[in-house]
């Protein structure tokens, strides 16, 4: 079991670009959530997603921020037009189900902004 | 929404002395308690955890207590080592109730400093 896969590792972006992350969940996995990590921070829920449902999106920037998490492929985490502000580690983690299940984190997606 | 607070936000022992992270918790409905360890550069990764209908969890080194009525949490790591050197994530969730998944509240987090 390789564990939850995310990709880019480390990816540099300009202002007014756009950064795509992707993470793959756990095999037998259908939860996945992104947290942002500030530098020197804790860390912050995002989104939770399932299978082509967002389910709750209440941590995501109104704005340039948006999520999916299609029935093929990877979650992915889109930030449009970034901002220096952008800059961060996000995790995505997933987990078994809806209940108090463990949730395994992903080694982060580390976003810098020129 | 849940709001958890953690302390201290430093925390520097002797190598062989214990180590305590104190946590509390906003939200009565909150039933599941993991606390993450993450070193450098690296994922967070858990390390214990402890359910609402649970006191006290003990693996090796590693102990959480719970309680409930006051709201509050800790993690006690015992014979510290140099290893144990990282910073220290609490967390809360309701674990299921409402539909809302096991989305995580996290405390701010502690440095911990093992000296030799």
């Known amino acids: 079991n390789a564990g939850v896969m995310q990709n880019p590792r480390h990816l540099v972006r300009r202002r007014g670009q756009e950064a795509r992350l992707r993470c793959s969940p756990m095999?037998?996995?259908?939860?996945v959530y992104w947290y942002r990590q500030l530098p020197e921070e804790g860390l912050k829920f995002m989104v939770y997603l399932q299978k082509e449902n967002i389910i709750d999106e209440s941590g995501m920037p109104k704005e340039r921020f948006s999520a999916e998490f299609p029935k093929e492929g990877p979650s992915i985490l889109r930030i449009q037009q970034v901002v220096r502000g952008d800059s961060a580690a996000y995790f995505c983690?997933?987990?078994?189900?809806?209940?108090?299940?463990?949730?395994?984190f992903g080694a982060g997606s580390r976003l810098t902004v020129l | 929404g849940e709001n958890v607070e953690q302390h201290p936000s430093t925390l520097s022992v002797q190598e062989g002395d214990s180590a305590v992270i104190k946590c509390t918790y906003s939200?009565?409905?909150?039933?599941?308690f993991p606390w993450y360890k993450q070193e450098l550069g690296k994922r967070p990764q858990l390390i214990i955890d402890?359910?609402?209908?649970?006191g006290e969890k003990k693996d090796q080194r590693i102990a959480v207590t719970l309680n409930k009525t006051a709201k509050h949490f800790s993690l006690h790591i015992t014979e510290t080592q140099p290893e144990d050197s990282a910073v220290y994530f609490c967390?809360?969730?309701?674990?299921?109730?409402?539909?809302?998944?096991?989305?995580?509240?996290f405390g701010t987090g502690t440095q911990l400093k093992v000296e030799l």
């Open positions: 402890i359910r609402s209908n649970v």
């Open positions: 967390a809360a969730s309701k674990g299921g109730l409402t539909g809302g998944g096991n989305k995580l509240t």
């Open positions: 095999k037998g996995h259908s939860h």
């Open positions: 939200d009565s409905a909150s039933n599941y």
């Open positions: 983690a997933s987990s078994a189900g809806a209940g108090a299940n463990v949730l395994t």
